[in-house]
């Protein structure tokens, strides 16, 4: 394999990994725990994924509910984010986070939704390029169709 130019940071990804392995990897380079979890209610009806950073840690949040299949893509789509080390944008949420401490402790705050800038198209992308990278793995459910 020929690395890619630096600018790329899912070049030098592994070309297979299961879920699990992925996402220790992305968990080493954000360099904190990332927890995934239900997305609280309140949310935006938009709002698909988030992606919430504070000091110590992480979440990824997905919208209840939703398909197993578009779980997993919100999840890449935030890994792409993370990985990409993009950087949060204005979102109001209300008191929806308030059990991780309030506004002032969090760092970054990401969410999916229908707002398509360049950082959220550049997300898709890493989602759809990790995609590919897990697609090498016996998958049960996708091999069920
Ligand atoms: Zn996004």
């Given at each position: 394999?020929?690395?890619?130019?630096?600018?790329?940071?899912?070049?030098?990804?592994?070309?297979?990994?299961?879920?699990?392995?992925?996402?220790?990897?992305?968990?080493?380079?954000h360099g904190?725990?990332?927890?995934?979890?239900?997305?609280?209610?309140?949310?935006?009806?938009?709002?698909?994924?988030?992606?919430?950073?504070?000091?110590?840690?992480?979440?990824?949040?997905?919208?209840?509910?939703?398909?197993?299949?578009?779980?997993?893509?919100?999840?890449?789509?935030?890994?792409?984010?993370i990985?990409?080390?993009?950087?949060?944008?204005?979102?109001?949420?209300?008191?929806?986070?308030?059990?991780?401490?309030?506004?002032?402790?969090?760092?970054?705050?990401?969410?999916?939704?229908?707002?398509?800038?360049?950082?959220?198209?550049?997300?898709?992308?890493?989602?759809?390029?990790?995609?590919?990278?897990?697609?090498?793995?016996?998958?049960?459910?996708?091999?069920?169709?």
């Amino acid at each position: 394999m020929i690395a890619r130019s630096g600018s790329d940071p899912l070049a030098d990804l592994p070309l297979s990994l299961t879920r699990e392995q992925l996402h220790r990897e992305v968990e080493r380079r954000h360099g904190k725990p990332i927890a995934i979890q239900p997305a609280p209610a309140g949310l935006g009806k938009d709002v698909t994924g988030l992606w919430l950073e504070t000091d110590e840690r992480s979440w990824i949040f997905h919208a209840a509910g939703e398909s197993e299949l578009l779980r997993r893509h919100v999840i890449l789509h935030e890994y792409g984010h993370i990985l990409l080390m993009h950087s949060g944008c204005e979102l109001t949420l209300g008191t929806a986070f308030s059990h991780i401490g309030g506004s002032r402790r969090i760092k970054t705050l990401l969410g999916r939704s229908t707002a398509w800038t360049v950082q959220e198209i550049a997300a898709e992308d890493a989602a759809t390029q990790l995609a590919a990278r897990l697609a090498h793995r016996a998958d049960p459910l996708l091999e069920a169709f």
